[in-house]
């Protein structure tokens, strides 16, 4: 395959001025219902591992009902022009494959605009499918809300690495606030196929302290209800200044075995706040297809990992000054989930079997 595309990422500051504000439409009207019901979740209740395509629009590429986002890529895959082809595909090992950016588009094809309304159906279709079914509209509505488009994922673009029916392959749905990947096992001791991002300007550009519609803010609520169940002195240690600064690909650097890690060690915690851990952990995970977080969480608990985590808020960026931390995150030698809710939600994600 040849590719002629270049990817157009736009690189982050902290103060996140690439991502622009977009006009208020209703986004979800059950996000304080949902963070309800996620309240006492652990890693061990069972959540469905993808939710369920939506009818194929006429003249659509046949798939099975209960088909795997990677079986939808290989469908998309067939139904490609020779002129989309060249404007989407690369090989796959090639380096764009593992970039990762808060607003960016790594290519310059549109969902929305280069490709049909039955393809534009299978992208969607792949990209729910790689999320939990309690949470899989959220996201589209969400990616749509913040990208500006109408429709669902119309303002994003796609690139896909290597070849779905011959060996290794690499589908990557990129916008604002948006990075998604499914790969088929194709990216060997990396949880969800390498470096996501994901992250949601509910209300404006500035958000309020309590984060009024935001999809993921339950996450940090989670986070919050684990640092007040913290002593003293732990709250000490968990609690620092500033933050990893938000620098494309640069942001999900892992610290590796010999790496300072920022924060309060899971193994200085008791028993019940380790439970707490995993609780974060549980609705960190929640909004992704179960076989990715089932991965995610092999590959952390590889070798004692999951106690060898640190997690750590930063009082520098606490919105309303009332000590509800907006920004925070939880690291290993082989992963990081950072955190960022000021002044508004962006999340980096990297973990992998080793650095």
Not at 114 to 126: C, G, R, S
Request: charged share 25%.
């Amino acid at each position: 395959m040849s590719a002629t595309s270049s990817s157009t990422p736009s690189s982050d500051s902290p103060n996140c001025p690439d991502c622009v504000s977009v006009s208020r439409r209703q986004f979800i009207k059950t996000t304080a219902m949902t963070t309800a019901a996620l309240t006492g979740m652990s890693m061990g209740l069972a959540r469905a591992s993808a939710a369920a395509p939506a009818p194929a629009a006429a003249g659509a590429a046949a798939v099975p009902v209960a088909a795997s986002s990677e079986t939808l890529v290989a469908s998309f895959y067939k139904t490609l022009t020779d002129v989309q082809k060249k404007a989407i595909c690369y090989p796959f090992d090639h380096e764009l494959r593992s970039e990762v950016d808060n607003n960016w588009h790594i290519t310059d094809a549109r969902v929305g605009k280069d490709f049909t309304p039955e393809q534009q159906d299978l992208v969607k279709q792949i990209f729910m499918g790689l999320h939990s079914e309690e949470y899989a509209e959220a996201v589209v509505k969400q990616v749509d809300h913040d990208s500006g488009g109408s429709g669902g994922l119309t303002k994003s673009s796609i690139a896909l690495f290597g070849d779905p029916g011959t060996g290794k392959f690499e589908f990557v749905l990129t916008g604002r606030h948006c990075t998604r990947r499914c790969d088929g096992d194709s990216v060997e001791g990396a949880a969800f196929g390498g470096p996501i991002f994901y992250g949601h300007a509910a209300q404006g550009f500035n958000e309020k302290p309590d984060h009024p519609g935001n999809a993921y803010w339950f996450q940090a609520k989670r986070a919050n209800e684990l640092f007040q169940a913290l002593d003293g002195k732990q709250r000490n240690v968990a609690l620092r200044s500033d933050p990893r600064a938000e620098k494309s690909t640069d942001t999900v650097k892992l610290a590796g075995a010999t790496g300072e890690l920022h924060g309060l060690p899971v193994s200085d915690m008791s028993k019940d706040q380790r439970e707490l851990m995993r609780k974060v952990m549980a609705d960190l995970l929640a909004p992704f297809r179960k076989k990715d977080a089932d991965e995610s969480m092999k590959l952390i608990e590889a070798n004692e990992g999951f106690n060898k985590l640190a997690i750590a808020y930063y009082k520098n960026m606490d919105i309303g000054k009332d000590e509800v931390w907006d920004v925070w995150q939880i690291e290993g030698p082989n992963m990081m989930w950072y955190f960022r809710g000021a002044p508004h939600v962006h999340v980096w994600v990297n973990i992998k079997d080793k650095a």
